[in-house]
């Protein structure tokens, strides 16, 4: 994965080139109010994402709104049946992360109408979601290790948005790498899942930073390990989860455009250039830091490569953690 600190910079400095002239640059696509399609809630560290690149072509993109639409039920089942039932114009346009992609066919295949992979092309990345384990703050677990130790002995229960969620698949890869069985609680959304945490209702949960941070700042959650491969830079004192001894754990998490394989290639090439400018831009991925997230500066082609591998990976993990399929 590159640096976090290198995707500012490189991101930076070529985002000035081409942000530069927005009025001139822009042109009609295809004009009027465009729809993008989230099959994830409202509040979620992925909408945060696309709501901030969704303001950003607005006003890049002269004679263009674009309105989020967060259809959020069944781990983004019915989302996906209302991108696939959309006319291939432009108009609509679809924001998936990797769970959607990559996971929710290995989980959740009998019961999809469609798969995105086939009927979707991508446009270009858009975030990166650093993910942490996180605990009520008044929780007696206070390390990774004090975890692996309590549910060893004792029933400990974990949240998510729902089966074949981020948070379900980073937790049950916990499970599947340390040996131990903590408890699924599904709850309708990321956002329920979070504040169970943080009352006490459930005990853990692979949080999303977004998510995470207002009830850190509370002092409501306590993170006790972060999923990526290096220390997150906001906090180096925290260990990931392989320093912790979880052996081989790491868990990310990515959200990107994508748009029907019909649709018009002279739209494609446009929205593609709009999203990829405002990606490099230093003023977009300041406010995706500050909002908890990271630069994720992709093209299509490397979007596409992306989630060809995760698809791979993710049908290896889900085979080989046991994790129910329906």
């Not at 853990?204 to 972060?226: C, E, H, K, N, W």
């Not at 490397?302 to 399929?325: C, F, M």
């Amino acid at each position: 994965m590159i640096d976090r600190r290198q995707l500012l910079a490189c991101g930076g400095a070529a985002g000035l080139g081409l942000l530069a002239p927005l009025s001139a640059r822009a042109q009609a696509y295809p004009g009027g109010a465009i729809t993008i399609v989230l099959p994830l809630q409202a509040a979620s560290a992925s909408d945060v994402a696309v709501r901030h690149m969704a303001d950003r072509l607005g006003q890049r993109m002269n004679g263009n709104s674009f309105v989020v639409e967060n259809v959020a039920a069944a781990a983004g089942l019915v989302g996906l049946e209302r991108i696939s039932r959309a006319r291939p114009d432009g108009r609509t346009v679809a924001a998936l992360n990797n769970s959607i992609l990559t996971i929710l066919p290995h989980l959740q295949g009998k019961n999809m109408k469609s798969d995105p992979r086939n009927e979707l092309v991508p446009v270009a990345g858009i975030a990166n979601i650093p993910t942490f384990f996180a605990v009520q703050a008044s929780s007696p677990i206070k390390t990774v290790d004090d975890l692996v130790k309590a549910a060893k002995t004792q029933r400990i229960t974990y949240s998510s948005g729902g089966v074949g969620s981020p948070q379900h698949l980073a937790t049950e890869m916990f499970n599947a790498y340390t040996g131990v069985k903590l408890e699924h609680i599904p709850y309708r959304g990321a956002s329920q899942a979070a504040l169970a945490v943080a009352t006490g209702e459930v005990q853990v949960m692979s949080m999303a930073l977004t998510m995470a941070q207002p009830f850190v700042a509370d002092q409501r959650v306590r993170l006790i390990g972060y999923c990526g491969s290096e220390r997150h830079a906001q906090y180096p004192d925290l260990p990931t989860l392989q320093e912790a001894g979880v052996k081989n754990y790491e868990y990310a998490s990515w959200i990107a455009f994508f748009l029907p394989k019909e649709v018009p290639q002279d739209a494609l090439v446009e929205l593609r250039r709009h999203v990829q400018a405002v990606s490099k831009d230093r003023d977009f991925q300041a406010q995706l830091v500050r909002s908890g997230l990271e630069p994720w500066v992709r093209d299509e082609k490397q979007v596409a490569q992306i989630t060809a591998q995760d698809y791979v990976r993710w049908e290896k993990i889900v085979r080989d953690a046991n994790i129910p399929t329906s």
